[in-house]
């Protein structure tokens, strides 16, 4: 079984989608993880994350370490991803891993275009928002706690200026699925986000799987 969680910057899909493959016993996948790793390779060979060829050969040659640095988060990273993620080669590079990952057991994935793009066929579909404001103060909240200082008013600029691009690329754009359930979690913390979630699920699926 795949479950698609995908939505805009710091709206809570990988704490929401960890604690569901946890529950369900599934593996997980944090696909940003693809193109943040892809973003900082290029940044590293001294291109410009918008290179097609640049971006493309990094995503090509991606290995795990690349995928367990510790310099992915943070607004370079950010934006460097969501650069090489609007280049069609890069997502073509990276497609077939993520659904073999997800085929291979099931999983639940988290991204922009698992339910439209990647898992189309998904059983259930999950597309997890909150307003800007929200979600920027809960990056504000993730950067300090970090101990990285950071201005509140630029991390609202920089997630909403990531959500445009993400959102207004021709290639896999961030949307919700026809069929997905749009889960607005502005009002909710991610245990109340959690519940909802497994309400929805049940509601799709019936009988839900439990973890081992
Ligand atoms: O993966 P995404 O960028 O969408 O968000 P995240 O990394 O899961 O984290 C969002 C932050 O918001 C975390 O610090 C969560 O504890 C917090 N949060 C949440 O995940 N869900 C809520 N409903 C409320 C807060
Ligand atoms: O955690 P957050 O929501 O801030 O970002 P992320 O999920 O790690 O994704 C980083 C960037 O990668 C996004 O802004 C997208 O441009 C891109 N991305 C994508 O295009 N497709 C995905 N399935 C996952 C991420």
Do not use: C
Not at 92 to 98: F, I, K, M, S
Not at 130 to 149: D, H, K, M, P, V
């Amino acid at each position: 079984m795949v479950i698609a969680v995908d939505g805009p910057a710091a709206a809570g899909k990988g704490t929401l989608a960890r604690r569901l493959a946890a529950a369900l016993g599934l593996p997980y996948l944090d696909t940003g993880l693809l193109y943040r790793a892809t973003g900082r390779r290029v940044l590293d060979a001294g291109a410009d994350p918008r290179d097609p060829e640049a971006a493309a050969a990094a995503a090509r040659n991606l290995t795990p370490a690349d995928l367990a640095r510790s310099d992915l988060r943070g607004p370079e990273a950010d934006m460097a991803a969501s650069a090489v993620a609007a280049i069609p080669a890069v997502r073509a590079a990276l497609l077939d891993w993520q659904r073999e990952f997800g085929r291979r057991h099931g999983a639940v994935l988290d991204g922009r275009d698992i339910g439209t793009v990647v898992f189309p066929e998904a059983p259930v579909k999950l597309f997890v928002t909150a307003s800007a404001e929200e979600r920027a103060r809960r990056r504000f909240l993730e950067l300090q706690g970090r101990g990285t200082a950071a201005d509140p008013a630029q991390v609202l600029a920089e997630l909403q200026a990531r959500d445009a691009q993400d959102r207004q690329r021709a290639v896999a754009p961030l949307v919700p699925a026809a069929d997905a359930a749009v889960l607005d979690t502005t009002e909710l913390d991610a245990e109340a986000a959690f519940a909802a979630a497994m309400a929805l699920l049940r509601e799709r699926l019936g009988e839900l799987p439990a973890a081992q």
